[in-house]
């Protein structure tokens, strides 16, 4: 599905159904250097068992044109205008690690639009090392295979995690490549890593929510560490959110090392 969101064709994939409005909508929102792929199994589920589905690429990654958000603030000002764009009132965000942060902001600013806020793999401050926003910038293949190793718990996943002949490693690594790649302006990949490690509203727009909040965590995330997301927990108890937190024995890509579990957290967090 295709939208014109302030003034750029921007992609969305709605899960192989066609795009309702009125029903119950879910916005999906990846990380650095991915784009609306991550995730697929959960976007195909929902959008076949009653919900509307936009998992977007944002601006200026892959199918989406624009210009590539520089900060988390932006990237959330970006959000509403995609809610605005798709006629959608009301809507639940779930975001990956950078998309986490995007998430949180733009559910802070968007208020009561927003039914459910879902945090996967989150942290905050979401600090990166100056050597890996180096890397990004001037060794990004380099860089690239650092991601892909501490991002996730293994690199052989299990046959049922994806079927059998999965190689976890190299698809994460194409990809990349790919989103890298689609876009020739701007180095997506070290412009949201400069994002993440300067966004410093964590706390403050947790405070702001309105809605409910699902923290879905993976114990052996060395990217952001489950202990680097306990500030935002504290501080969504301190202001009164209703708020869930599951920790899975995964990496940072909870979507693809244990997609059943995600999908089932998200789903039954939506519908609670």
Same mark, same amino acid.
């Given at each position: 599905m295709e939208l014109q969101v302030n003034g750029a064709k921007t992609y969305c994939y709605t899960g192989g159904k066609p795009f309702d409005a009125a029903?119950?909508?879910? $916005?999906?929102?990846?990380g650095v250097l991915n784009d609306h792929s991550v995730w697929i199994l959960q976007s195909r589920y929902l959008a076949n068992h009653g919900f509307n589905v936009l998992?977007?690429?944002?601006?200026?990654?892959?199918?989406?044109?624009?210009?590539?958000?520089?900060? $988390?603030?932006?990237?959330?000002? /970006?959000?509403?205008a995609?809610?605005?764009?798709?006629?959608?009132?009301?809507?639940?965000?779930?975001?990956?690690?950078?998309?986490?942060?995007?998430?949180?902001?733009?559910?802070?600013?968007?208020?009561?639009?927003?039914?459910?806020?879902?945090?996967?793999?989150?942290? /905050?401050?979401?600090?990166v090392s100056p050597a890996l926003i180096d890397a990004s910038l001037n060794a990004p293949e380099k860089a690239l295979a650092m991601v892909n190793v501490f991002s996730r718990s293994t690199l052989a996943a299990p046959p049922s995690a994806l079927g059998p002949g999965t190689w976890v490693?190299?698809?994460?690594?194409?990809?990349?490549?790919?989103?890298?790649?689609?876009?020739?302006a701007v180095n997506v990949f070290h412009r949201g890593f400069v994002a993440c490690?300067?966004?410093t509203g964590g706390e403050a727009a947790m405070a702001a929510l309105t809605s409910p909040v699902l923290f879905l965590l993976g114990g052996q995330d060395q990217?952001?560490?489950?202990?680097?997301?306990?500030?935002?927990?504290?501080?969504?108890?301190?202001?009164g959110q209703k708020l869930?937190?599951?920790?899975?024995?995964?990496?940072?890509?909870?979507?693809?090392?244990?997609?059943?579990?995600?999908? /089932?957290?998200?789903?039954? /967090?939506?519908?609670?």
């Amino acid at each position: 599905m295709e939208l014109q969101v302030n003034g750029a064709k921007t992609y969305c994939y709605t899960g192989g159904k066609p795009f309702d409005a009125a029903k119950p909508t879910v $916005v999906f929102i990846h990380g650095v250097l991915n784009d609306h792929s991550v995730w697929i199994l959960q976007s195909r589920y929902l959008a076949n068992h009653g919900f509307n589905v936009l998992a977007v690429d944002l601006p200026g990654h892959c199918k989406s044109q624009g210009e590539a958000p520089a900060t $988390v603030e932006e990237a959330a000002d /970006f959000i509403g205008a995609l809610l605005d764009a798709a006629g959608v009132q009301k809507a639940a965000l779930i975001g990956h690690s950078w998309g986490s942060l995007i998430a949180m902001e733009a559910a802070a600013r968007l208020k009561d639009r927003i039914t459910h806020t879902v945090l996967v793999g989150t942290a /905050f401050p979401m600090k990166v090392s100056p050597a890996l926003i180096d890397a990004s910038l001037n060794a990004p293949e380099k860089a690239l295979a650092m991601v892909n190793v501490f991002s996730r718990s293994t690199l052989a996943a299990p046959p049922s995690a994806l079927g059998p002949g999965t190689w976890v490693y190299g698809a994460g690594m194409a990809l990349g490549r790919r989103v890298l790649r689609s876009n020739p302006a701007v180095n997506v990949f070290h412009r949201g890593f400069v994002a993440c490690d300067r966004y410093t509203g964590g706390e403050a727009a947790m405070a702001a929510l309105t809605s409910p909040v699902l923290f879905l965590l993976g114990g052996q995330d060395q990217m952001t560490h489950p202990k680097a997301a306990q500030g935002l927990i504290q501080a969504a108890k301190a202001a009164g959110q209703k708020l869930q937190v599951v920790t899975l024995p995964v990496g940072h890509h909870q979507m693809t090392e244990t997609p059943d579990a995600t999908l /089932f957290a998200i789903r039954d /967090f939506l519908r609670a």
